[in-house]
């Protein structure tokens, strides 16, 4: 039986991962954890639970971190080894089984890649995803919490904490919007290649039989900052109204009016929160999140000052960035990267990380053509 010869594949996979874990530093992650578990050691840890939890939440994903080089780097010295016992003994199971951890290796390392083209201003901090229903009636507030449920799907399969803000529900099926914070970090980073609008095709459920519905959400991904002591945001400028909170057909979910809805006058953007127990709790939130809102919209405006001045605007929002047919066929394609798929019932279950991927590096390239 010829030897199997993956030499070359294993010498290329091991530069890569050198590169990778160079960026990543590994060291930079043994002294975060050795400071963060100190931090967590401290008897009056728990003396503030926001605080206490911001850094139990940094020690376990830098201990993940660390894990995933350290590992990675084992996994691949085992592959070597499998790879020459395989020769020796001329197994094909072995031989197998050392294509099957390469292609597991490349995959994997992959993802690490992709990891460090997350370099952005704040591509590090916590998302807040807002969904609204676009053009299409029933079946866009019913595409709303399809994707909806795709996102949390998606941040559960990788251990994100998420928090539900806000759910407004439509009167016959689906939602007319909803808000929610995912509390890790690079969610930002990741996410924030999400945001746009979503195209759905398929046989509607709630029209005449034999007809294509299209329909269409609009996703905005904006980052959470820690501190906005920089945006000022004063009384006079918004509005607040109290409101019950309901669910799915109107139902009360609240028994008391503790949700609550801020309104940006200048700018329009609006904030509703009903997840926290109190009226205080819920403004309280509300306000952290525009003022996040208004931080990034500041930021973009300097941006798109910039880009004036140098003669080249390009408005992304409203842009249709990835459609997903249900009818005549069976694809999710994102219309930027070109990356597709043909199982949107996994899609739509949170298995998003290749159109993540591809979209960190699509966008990677369009901020070095951009530079150049």
């Given amino acids: 039986m010829a030897d199997l010869d993956i030499a070359g594949d294993i010498a290329e996979l091991r530069s890569t991962f050198f ?18 578990s100190e931090a967590a050691g401290a008897p009056d840890l728990w003396d503030d639970p926001d605080a206490a939890q911001k850094v139990t939440s940094e020690l376990s994903h830098a201990q ?3 894990k995933r080089i350290t590992e990675t780097e084992s996994r691949i010295d085992d592959l070597e080894v499998l790879v020459e016992m395989a020769n020796e003994e ?3 199971a072995t031989q197998t089984e050392a294509k099957k951890e390469l292609k597991s290796l490349q995959k994997l390392v992959s993802e690490l890649e992709v990891r460090t083209l997350l370099d952005g201003e704040f591509d590090e901090l916590p998302a807040v995803v807002t969904i609204r229903a676009g053009a299409g009636g029933v079946d866009a507030s019913d595409f709303a919490e399809m994707l909806l449920r795709m996102y949390l799907r998606y941040a559960e399969q990788h251990g994100m904490p998420v928090a539900v803000h806000e759910t407004s529900y439509a009167e016959e099926a689906g939602i007319k919007s909803a808000s929610f914070e995912i509390d890790a970090p690079y969610a930002f980073g990741n996410l924030s290649v999400e945001a746009g609008t979503h195209r759905l095709v398929r046989m509607s459920p709630f029209g005449a039989a034999g007809k294509r519905q299209t329909s269409f959400a609009a996703v905005e991904v904006v980052p959470m900052f820690e501190q906005v002591d920089e945006i000022e945001v004063p009384e006079n400028d918004i509005r607040v109204d109290v409101f019950r909170s309901s669910g799915p057909g109107g139902q009360s979910v609240n028994t008391t009016d503790s949700a609550v809805r801020i309104t940006h006058i200048p700018t329009g953007v609006v904030v509703s929160m009903q997840n926290e127990k109190s009226q205080i709790q819920n403004r309280a939130a509300a306000m952290r999140v525009l003022q ?7 930021r973009e405006e300097e941006a798109a000052r910039k880009k004036d001045l140098a003669g080249n605007i390009s408005a992304s929002w409203g842009d249709q960035m990835r459609s997903y047919v249900l009818a005549p066929y069976q694809m999710v394609k994102d219309l930027r990267t070109l990356h597709e798929v043909n199982n949107p019932s996994a899609v739509f279950d949170g298995d998003l990380d290749g159109f993540i991927a591809a979209g960190i590096r699509w966008r990677k390239r369009e901020q070095q053509e951009s530079d150049d």
């Avoid at 874990?21 to 050795?34: C, P, T, Y």
């Avoid at 996040?292 to 500041?298: E, N």
Wanted: aromatic share 0%; charged share 40%; proline share 0%.
């Fill in 90 to 92: 001329g197994d094909e």
């Fill in 19 to 36: 590169d990778i874990k160079s960026v990543l530093d590994a060291e930079r992650l043994q002294a975060d954890i050795a400071r963060l």
């Fill in 64 to 66: 993940a971190d660390l």
């Fill in 292 to 298: 996040s809102r208004l931080m990034l919209l500041k």
